[in-house]
Nanobody, 119 residues
Framework: QVQLVESGGGLVQAGGSLRLSCAAS????????MDWYRQAPGKQREFVAT???????NYATSVKGRFTISRDNAKNTVYLQMNSLKPEDTGVYYC?????????????WGQGTQVTVSS
């Protein structure tokens, strides 16, 4: 099993910044892509950003230019730097990791961290 623990959420005013972290732990696994998703109240979970083990990144259009995803492979940790936050960025942010063990892929999710942006 791979455990993912997110941290860094909180309450911030519009225009402010937050930095989320997600640390992965577990033995016998090779972690490939790591992603951030979010879910606003009453809405479906949506993709925010992804980063490969090689550092390639991709973003949802709604966050491009404001959010930056990065990772520290040595620590199995992924980060999401969120700048110029807007009230519509409010939601629970989830970390997802694609992990391989003996050639088998599994996806693991963290418990989520709340981000609230006030207007």
């Amino acid at each position: 099993q791979v455990q993912l623990v997110e941290s860094g959420g909180g309450l911030v005013q519009a225009g402010g910044s937050l930095r989320l972290s997600c640390a992965a732990s577990g033995s016998g696994f090779s972690i490939s892509t790591m992603d951030w998703y979010r879910q606003a109240p009453g809405k479906q979970r949506e993709f925010v950003a992804t980063v490969t083990s090689g550092g390639s990144t991709n973003y949802a259009t709604s966050v491009k230019g404001r959010f930056t995803i990065s990772r520290d492979n040595a620590k199995n940790t992924v980060y999401l730097q969120m700048n110029s936050l807007k009230p519509e960025d409010t939601g629970v942010y989830y970390c997802c990791a694609e992990a391989f063990r003996l050639g088998t892929r599994s996806d693991y999710w963290g418990q989520g961290t709340q981000v609230t942006v006030s207007s």
